[in-house]
């Protein structure tokens, strides 16, 4: 039994560190899509060999959509199964806590430099009401709506409210369907084949190029299918016989799927739907087997686990700082603005994780959020009935408290 318990425990953390190991591929590519503004990325993209590799972003945020939406929906599912009540409010709120511990700090940080730096690069830019999008989870839409407007250094952050958004949808299906699966997997299905038919209809549409990479209806098909992974897991049972191979193929895939979507009009057409497919497979055989000791020591080694748990700060920091950075050096040759960017990139990054995303962390898994979980009416009914009720003076130390006498919780 106790050799079982290990081998699951270690199964856990291999597919934990593939997880983790290919997020940290998407934040890198996401990183080198961004440094533009600090290497000549003009001479990069000649080479055609290197071109894919600098205009990935929209690759990479697949990836980030596809694995978080799974996580997350299994999460939601497992709940629902163990016969656990989903509190859509406290659910909401845990997420928009969880997202909103880095981001605020970076919102600060933003405004306090902008009332601070002398040489502004965004005489036009509305930076209060950009703040306010980001901070309301509505900045993608107000990036479609106001471009010339909207800070470009902020762009990045669209990821955010999309992800939010989404999450709330998903949210509001499983509770709804939770325990009518292939209704709920239905649903999903349906609006993934109509994410995807509207986008190629956006894309098509004069200027629709910007829109269709930034609306939340012509973005969805990423997440919607790392839902879909997660509902569909336990009737795919057939696969797992072959889990093994198929998340070794749908890993090696991803390599040409890279190239085939380094262009917008590639990514809107149907290599964008081959990206999700593989996405869907490598999310499911990674849940259904462990990788082979090759796979595991390159997409799971240490170096993009730790990437890939450090995404979300790495993401947040890296694009504002660039900026930062690319207008205070207009002198200095590019190889060192870029070292500089690299090494602010991750100082910063860091001191945000260990100051801000670990206590964010901590307070969510603490006592008083546990409570929660069983709503926030019980909850706030539980804390009324404790604040009346009559205190209980304390016994002298030689006196003997029988226990059914004792002070019990509520």
């Known amino acids: 039994m106790v050799l079982l318990m290990e081998q699951a425990t270690a199964s856990h953390d291999t597919r934990d560190r593939l997880l983790d190991g290919i997020r940290g591929v998407a ?17 990069l993209l ?14 990479a945020v697949s990836i980030f959509f596809v694995v978080g939406a799974f996580l997350a929906t299994r999460t939601l599912l497992r709940r629902v199964d163990s016969g656990t009540d989903l509190h859509v409010g406290v659910i909401s709120v845990r997420r928009y806590v969880r997202l909103s511990g880095q981001l605020y700090v970076l919102l600060i940080a933003v405004l306090i430099v902008t009332a ?19 901070a309301t989870y509505t900045w993608n839409w107000f990036l479609v709506g106001h471009a010339l407007t ?17 999450f709330l949808l998903v949210l509001a299906l499983v509770y709804l369907l939770g325990r009518r699966r292939a209704w709920l997997a239905l649903s999903l299905g349906t609006l993934l084949v109509a994410a995807l038919l509207w986008r190629s209809h956006v894309f098509g549409l004069d200027g629709g190029a910007y829109r269709a ?13 790392g839902a879909l992974a997660a ?21 090696v895939a991803l390599v040409p799927v890279l190239v085939l979507t380094d262009t917008e009009a590639s990514f809107v057409g149907w290599p964008g739907v081959v990206l999700d497919a593989t996405l869907f497979l490598f999310v499911v055989t990674c849940a259904m087997s462990t990788a082979p000791r090759l796979l595991e020591r390159t997409l799971g080694s240490a170096p993009l686990a730790f990437l890939g748990r450090r995404s979300l700060s790495l993401y947040l920091w890296h694009y504002p700082l660039f900026w930062f950075i690319s207008r205070h050096s207009g002198g200095w040759a590019w190889e060192s603005r870029a070292a500089v960017g690299m090494v602010a990139m991750f100082a910063i ?16 898994r603490s006592e008083r959020w546990r409570e929660l979980d069983d709503g926030i009416p019980q909850f706030l009914g539980t804390r009324i009935r404790g604040w009346w009720r009559a205190p ?13 006498d004792r002070d019990q919780p509520v």
């Open 150 to 166: 909207a800070r470009p250094d902020l762009g990045h952050l669209w990821y955010l409210s999309v992800d939010f958004q989404i």
């Open 46 to 59: 000649s080479h055609k060999t290197l071109n894919p590799w600098f205009t990935s972003g929209n690759f």
């Open 116 to 134: 601070t730096d002398t040489a502004s690069a965004y005489p036009n830019a509305d930076t209060g009401a950009s703040v306010f999008r980001i």
């Open 392 to 404: 209980v003076e304390p016994s002298r130390p030689d006196e003997t408290v029988h226990p059914a």
């Open 231 to 251: 509902v569909l897991l336990p009737y795919l049972g057939v696969l797992r016989r072959f889990a093994r191979p198929l998340l070794v193929v749908s890993t």
């Open 349 to 364: 990054s860091e001191l945000s994780e260990r100051l801000v995303e670990t206590r964010v962390q901590r307070m969510l």
């Open 27 to 43: 934040i890198v590519l996401v990183v080198l899509s961004h440094g533009w503004t600090l290497w000549p990325t003009e001479k």
């Open 213 to 225: 990479l930034l609306q939340t209806t012509t973005r969805m098909d990423a997440p919607l299918t």
